[in-house]
C-alpha cells in the first residue's frame, strides 16, 4: 500500500483558507461600494436610503412649484415646526422597537402640558420647575402603562387606548372650564422655541458634532482592529465623515441666513443623537432589539423582558411629555387642542415612514428626525401652495402606504434569502 506524505501542521496553516465573497472587504473601492450596495438592496436592507431619496424629490417638487419653499426663513421655521412632534415620534420608534403601539402619546402631551401651565402660572413655581415636573408626570404615566402591559398582561394597544381616553380627561379637569392656561412670552418655557443662536455658535455646534463623529469611529474601528475584527479604512471613516459634514454644515449655513440655529431643534437632534447611540451602543439598547426580535428568546437569553418593556413605555411617554412642552411654548398656552388633534398619528407615521418597522426589532432613532422632515416639508410646501389639511391627510396617507409596503417587501426579501432563495 502506497505511504501518504503527512502534512505538518506548519503546512496546513499556511494553506489558503476559502471565504465566503460576501465577507469579503472591498468597500473602499467604488466597485466594491456599489457591490456592497445592491447585495444589501437585494437582501432587503434598505437602510434610510428611500426615505432620503423620498424627502430630496419632495424639496425638488416643492421648489419647482414654490420658489420660497428653500428659503432660509421657511426652512428655518420647517425645523422649529419638526420639533414637537419629532421628539414625540422618538419616544414611538422606542415602543415599536418591541413590537408594540402607544396609542397615548397625544393625550400623554395634552396631560403634560396642563401640568405645565397650572403649576408655572396658577401655582406659580418657577418655570424650570414646571417643565421638569411636566416631564416628570410623562414619566410616571408610561411606568403605569408599561407596568400594566408587562406585569398583569394588559395587551399594550388597550392599555394605551385607555390612556389615550383618560389622560385627556385628566388635561380638561387641570384646564377646567376656560380650557386655556396662557403661559409668559418671556420665560423659560417660551425660550424653547424662540430662541435662535448667534451664527458663530451654530458653526461651533457643527464642528463639535462632526469631531466627535469622528473621534468616535476612530475609537471603535481601533478597537475591532485590536480584536481582530474587520475594521473600516481611513478612507471610508472619511468618506462617512464627509456625508456627515456636508449636511450638518450646510444646514448650519441655511439656518445662519435667517435668525440662525434655533434652540427647539437642537434639543430635538440631541435626543435624536441621544437615543441613538443608546440603542446601538448600550447593552440596553441591545436588550430593547432583542426583545422586540422575540420576548421568549430574550428571556430565555436572561434578558428581563418586563423590565425593558416598563422602561421604554416610560421613555415613550417622557418624551411625549416633552413633545407636549414644546407645543406649549411654541403657542405661549396650553389649550383643549394642545396633543388632542393630528399628534398621535403624525408621530405614528413619521416613525414608519423614517424607517421603524411595524413589526419591532428593526429601526432607528434617526426615523424620527428623516420621517419628522418629510411630514414637515409635505406640510409646509402645502402651507405654501394655500392647499388644505384635506390635501395633506391624502398625500400624508399615500406618503405612509409606500413606507408600509416597502417595509412588508424588505422584509418578505431577507426571508426569501434567510431560505437561500
Not at 141 to 148: E, K
Not at 262 to 272: E, K
Not at 324 to 345: C, K, N, P, W
Request: charged fraction near 10%.
Amino acid at each position: 500500500m502506497a505511504q501518504q506524505t503527512p502534512v505538518s501542521n506548519d503546512t496546513a496553516n499556511d494553506a489558503p483558507v476559502a471565504q465566503d465573497p460576501r465577507l469579503i472587504v472591498t468597500r473602499t473601492t467604488p466597485a466594491g461600494i456599489l457591490a456592497t450596495l445592491r447585495r444589501r438592496i437585494r437582501g432587503g436592507e434598505l437602510g434610510p436610503l428611500p426615505v432620503i431619496v423620498g424627502l430630496i424629490l419632495i424639496c425638488v417638487v416643492f421648489q419647482l412649484l414654490h420658489e420660497r419653499f428653500l428659503s432660509p426663513q421657511n426652512l428655518s421655521n420647517l425645523t422649529v415646526q419638526v420639533a414637537a412632534v419629532g421628539l414625540m415620534t422618538t419616544g414611538v420608534i422606542m415602543v415599536l422597537l418591541l413590537g408594540e403601539i402607544d396609542l397615548s402619546i397625544g393625550s400623554v402631551a395634552g396631560a403634560a402640558s396642563a401640568v405645565l401651565a397650572v403649576l408655572a402660572v396658577r401655582v406659580g413655581i418657577p418655570e424650570w420647575g414646571a417643565i421638569a415636573a411636566a416631564a416628570g408626570a410623562g414619566l410616571v404615566i408610561g411606568i403605569l402603562h408599561g407596568t400594566i402591559f408587562a406585569k398583569i398582561g394588559v395587551p399594550a394597544f388597550v392599555v394605551t387606548l385607555a390612556g389615550l381616553l383618560g389622560w385627556q380627561g385628566v388635561q380638561l379637569q387641570l384646564l377646567g372650564s376656560d380650557g386655556t392656561v396662557n403661559i409668559s412670552d418671556t420665560g423659560a418655557i417660551a425660550a424653547l422655541t424662540h430662541t435662535y443662536f448667534v451664527p458663530s455658535f451654530g458653526w461651533g455646534i457643527a464642528v463639535v458634532a462632526v469631531g466627535v463623529f469622528v473621534a468616535f469611529t476612530l475609537v471603535g474601528e481601533r478597537r475591532r482592529a485590536a480584536a481582530g475584527l474587520v475594521a473600516m479604512s481611513p478612507l471610508e471613516i472619511a468618506v462617512r465623515s464627509l456625508a456627515l459634514a456636508v449636511p450638518v454644515f450646510g444646514s448650519v449655513y441655511v439656518l445662519n441666513q435667517y435668525k440662525g440655529v434655533p434652540l427647539a431643534f437642537l434639543i430635538f437632534v440631541g435626543f435624536v443623537v441621544a437615543f441613538d447611540l443608546m440603542l446601538r451602543k448600550t447593552r440596553y439598547g441591545r436588550m430593547v432589539f432583542a426583545v422586540g426580535g422575540g420576548a421568549e428568546a430574550a428571556r430565555r437569553a436572561g434578558i428581563n423582558v418586563d423590565l425593558i418593556r416598563i422602561s421604554v413605555f416610560g421613555l415613550a411617554s417622557m418624551l411625549s411629555a416633552m413633545g407636549g412642552i414644546l407645543l406649549v411654548s411654541r403657542s405661549f398656552s396650553a389649550s383643549l387642542d394642545t396633543g388632542a388633534g393630528e399628534e398621535l398619528m403624525m408621530a405614528i407615521a413619521a416613525a414608519v415612514i423614517g424607517g421603524t418597522s411595524l413589526f419591532g426589532g428593526r429601526g432607528n432613532a434617526y426615523s424620527a428626525l428623516l420621517g419628522g422632515l418629510v411630514l414637515g416639508a409635505i406640510t409646509s410646501g402645502l402651507y405654501l401652495l394655500q392647499m388644505g389639511t384635506p390635501v395633506r391627510f391624502m398625500i400624508t396617507a399615500l406618503v405612509l402606504l409606500i413606507a408600509v409596503t416597502l417595509d412588508a417587501m424588505s422584509r418578505r426579501s431577507r426571508r426569501v434569502h434567510a431560505r437561500g432563495g
